[in-house]
């Protein structure tokens, strides 16, 4: 499979302070590519760079062959790269089918005046969304809560509703942070199994996870940090393998 995105010498300093050091990566297309490493390794930072909310100090990020890594969140997302977050980014007070609604403004044709201004178009693109939206909760198996509070569901219910609004926006690229985080292991099953069908739809994730159940069950790439730096990158089998990074998580070799 020929390769969606590349980071090449990607490097994020704070000041003194280096992030992520000189990555490499290849996502194939069509693909399921994990981003492991232990806590503070510099996996949420190498997905805040890729969408945008983080610069590079040195190295470029490209997709579809073209460099991104100057652009501005909202033009990347334009490209076709969505994102959920580790920490829910949800509007509690809005019903379900308007939290998915809201992931679908960068594909409205009308700006803030003409909204306001051509009524008849406005009611088209609300209608518009509104079906799309439907539709996406019936693909997670969301519909009947279409109308019901985010604040009043359960935590497992509200990161499956994260990824159906960035879905809105018909990603080519979906990152997700931690999608299986906080989740029983019921729930768990869930999002993998959403996940899966997103694969099966054409879709190419690149996930951040600690779950290790989850990450070896469906990744067909994974990719290792540590302090920033990339350590091992292989099949699930060859990273379960690799003594470098049963070091780097578990502190020794394993016997």
Do not use: C, W
């Not at 990603?171 to 993998?192: H, M, Q, W």
């Amino acid at each position: 499979m020929p390769a969606i995105m590349q980071l090449e010498n990607v490097t994020k300093k704070f000041g003194g302070l280096t992030a992520v050091d000189h990555l490499s990566m290849k996502i194939e297309e069509k693909s399921i590519h994990a981003l492991i490493g232990p806590n503070g390794s510099g996996k949420t930072t190498s997905l805040n760079m890729i969408a945008g909310v983080l610069k590079a100090t040195e190295g470029a990020i490209s997709f579809n062959n073209e460099v991104i890594s100057a652009l501005p969140t909202f033009k990347i997302a334009q490209k076709g790269i969505g994102r959920t977050f580790q920490n829910i980014k949800l509007y509690s007070s809005m019903t379900v089918l308007e939290n998915v609604m809201v992931g679908g403004h960068s594909k409205g044709n009308l700006g803030f005046q003409s909204f306001l201004l051509n009524i008849p178009a406005a009611r088209k693109e609300e209608r518009f969304l509104r079906e799309k939206a439907e539709e996406l909760l019936f693909f997670l198996g969301m519909y009947h809560l279409k109308d019901e509070l985010v604040k009043n569901l359960p935590y497992g219910r509200q990161k499956v509703l994260e990824i159906g609004r960035t879905l809105m926006g018909d990603p080519s690229l979906i990152l997700l942070d931690e999608p299986a985080a906080g989740l029983n292991p019921s729930e768990r099953l869930e999002v993998v199994s959403i996940l899966v069908k997103l694969y099966k739809q054409g879709k190419t994730l690149l996930l951040i996870e600690h779950n290790m159940d989850v990450v070896m069950s469906i990744s067909h790439k994974v990719t290792v940090l540590n302090f920033g730096a990339k350590i091992a990158e292989g099949s699930p089998m060859e990273i379960q393998n690799n003594e470098e990074v049963i070091k780097a998580y578990l502190g020794s070799k394993r016997k």
